[in-house]
């Protein structure tokens, strides 16, 4: 039997992950550097294609910079880092403006006075109208932009259907130094693992949020990028704080498909069956108060009536605002059965967005020299107890510029790659008993919607803990004697996340933001910029950790 050589490949950045925040970094680093941006799938399948409300940058004179981080602050319930919140919302205008310079097409205002300002549309926690969209598929219009333009740069290789297994970092080698010297990737077509060498690895993997069995995310969003970071040894922060979108659409055949907040932020409503509204009664922004309010306000109803869902109504606006505003919402409707211009929607809440990750510093930086953690897999201290609607694509963008030029700088680039084994495949075999793997898969995440969800217990998340620490033994086992394939590179890393989850929600004795606990239903102020910081100890087994709680202010 003959067996391949194994294949590597040298770069100077190494980027996982070909959404919003790869491919900004990849942009924004010098064009004589080197660069790989990998995928695990094809290029546009993660998070930022589905994004639909939009980017919110202070672009209107009602409007100041003061005011977009006070809201972001109110909607982080205490744990913004007030610094990284001025830092980044004082790049929106210069990303929109970037965006703009790249072609993408945002939507202008129909007024024909103002036939060059961008329409601006409103969400949960803005006071100001401040969210620059492209109609109801921002995300989309981004994504393909940002692609267009790499393709323009011969410096950058795009590489679609290669996943990452795990990072490559001296300290792993037995060196006596930390840095991240590149990373095994599973090349998905060859079934082989590849080496990439590199000398700095850019994590921008995007979230979570497929770890619960509701979700808005596509099937990638399964925190690969956080649990490799953990295992290299990086700290993890804030992951009780995982958000549900109220408004996603109850139909057995929509897998969850979001109905954008900006359907509220132009005049949606939402409403039980019989036509009355009730967010008032629970936070005086009604259906434009923050996510985690909405969310929370939503289960409870749901749960006292046994409903099966609310509605979102948008159909007391005219036929043209809707088909003008929200197309392409408008369109998977009405392909579902439902004509949004005629009748309130069916809605209920559903997994969206990871605000915990991987701490990073101001310019992306993780613990590990040469290891930088961009997006939805990071944790900034931008969105703390609760991300503001928009400011995700914003955070990516602006992180991008910061981390690409950061790197632009680094004094690391003229030094040689270090030697790192191939991949040793030679104790596994093929696995016999895949269903193992998609039994464990759904199991995960049924607990963890039905135990560590939008209303938590502490002896509900107990009963999680003891289940995820049961895969994980069991998924470890299977890890090390199969070959490794997607699904399980997947299944291995949510359990971590999943695990993070429990262990930060555990930590956390009362409720601020996302989490909501039944055994300390109360916010208390003793609390207010602590954020929870999970540190792994990597001289105990692969599930070893400490814990430690800190000021937002000194996360890095
Ligand atoms: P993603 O765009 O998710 O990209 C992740 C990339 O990493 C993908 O290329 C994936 O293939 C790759 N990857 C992952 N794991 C591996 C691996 N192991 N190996 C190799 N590659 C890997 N935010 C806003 O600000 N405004 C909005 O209007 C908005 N609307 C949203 C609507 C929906 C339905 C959803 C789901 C999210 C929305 N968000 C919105 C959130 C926002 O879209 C995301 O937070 C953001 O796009 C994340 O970008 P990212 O680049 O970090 O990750
Ligand atoms: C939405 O359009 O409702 C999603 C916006 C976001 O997640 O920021």
Known sequence: MTSKAPKFHDYDVLIL??????????????????????????????????????????????????????DTISAGVGLCDPEVVAKTVSEGSEVIDWLLSIGVDFTRDNNPQNAQQLHLTREGGHTRRRVAHVADATGNAVQNQLIDEVRKRDHIDLHANYIAVDLITTRKLGHKDDRCVGAYILN????????????????????????????????????????????????????????????????????SYLLSEAIRGEGGKIILEDGSEFLHDFDPQGVLAPRDIVA???????????????????????????????????????????????????????????????????????DIDQLYAIGEVAFTGLHGANRMASNSLLECLAYGRFAGQHINKSTNINAKHIDIPAWDASRVSDSDEEIVVAHNWDELRRFMWDYVGIVRSTKRMQRAKHRVDLLLSEIDEYYSNFKVTSDLIELRNIAVVADLIIRSALKRKESRGLHYTLDYPETDSSLDNINTILTPNLNESAAGWETETQLTSGHK
Not at 25 to 41: E, G, R, W
């Open 17 to 70: 992950g070909s959404g919003a925040a790869g491919l900004s970094t990849a942009l924004h680093t010098n064009q004589s550097l080197h660069i790989a941006v990998l995928s695990k799938a094809e290029l546009s399948s993660g998070n930022t294609s589905y994004a639909q409300g939009g980017i919110s940058a202070v672009l209107d004179d009602n409007d100041s910079f003061e005011q977009h981080v006070a």
């Open 188 to 255: 998905i077509e060859t079934g082989e693992v590849e080496v990439f060498r590199a000398k700095n690895v850019v994590l921008a993997t995007g979230g979570a949020s497929k770890v619960y069995l509701y979700t808005s995310n596509p099937d990638g969003a399964c925190g690969d990028g956080l649990a490799m970071a953990w295992r290299a040894g990086c700290r993890a922060a804030n992951m009780e704080f995982m958000q549900f979108h109220p408004t996603c659409l109850y139909h057995p055949k929509a897998k």
């Open 296 to 366: 929370r306000a939503i289960d409870y109803k749901m749960k006292k009536h046994g409903l099966d869902s609310v509605f979102l109504d948008i159909s007391h606006k005219s036929v043209d605002f809707i088909k003008d505003h929200f197309p392409n919402i408008h369109a998977r409707c009405l392909s579902l059965g439902y004509d949004m211009t005629k009748q309130p929607i069916p809605v209920v809440p559903a997994a969206h967005y990871t605000c915990g990750g991987i701490a990073t510093d101001e310019h992306g930086q993780t």
